[in-house]
């Protein structure tokens, strides 16, 4: 895992979620809330919540992906939720 300290990844984990995508999926709203925290924070947890509009973690975890262009480099997921880290 480069670009992250494993300590810190498992900080990380087990430390609540940052951001949490529920029903209106990811809104603008969201996704600025979310560069500002990889901005700050580099690494943040995301959500997905059960009442999002994703049918699965894949299919969540892809959107985010293609809607970031890049942006972002996905560490892990594990159920609903990922780890990701603000691409260098």
């Known amino acids: ?3 992250v300290h494993r300590l810190n990844l498992r900080n990380i984990r087990s430390s609540p979620s940052s951001l949490q995508v529920g029903k209106k ?3 603008e709203s969201f996704l600025i809330e979310l560069e500002t ?3 700050k ?3 943040v ?3 997905f919540l059960k009442n999002s ?3 699965s973690r894949q299919e969540a975890i892809s959107s985010l992906s293609l809607v970031l262009e890049g ?3 996905v560490l892990e997921t594990r159920g609903w939720t990922a780890i990701v880290q603000k691409q260098s």
Request: proline share 10%.
């Open 25 to 27: 999926g990811l809104s």
């Open 71 to 73: 942006k972002i480099r």
């Open 45 to 47: 947890k995301i959500k």
């Open 37 to 39: 925290r990889l901005k």
């Open 41 to 43: 924070e580099k690494t």
């Open 1 to 3: 895992m480069p670009n």
């Open 53 to 55: 509009p994703f049918s």
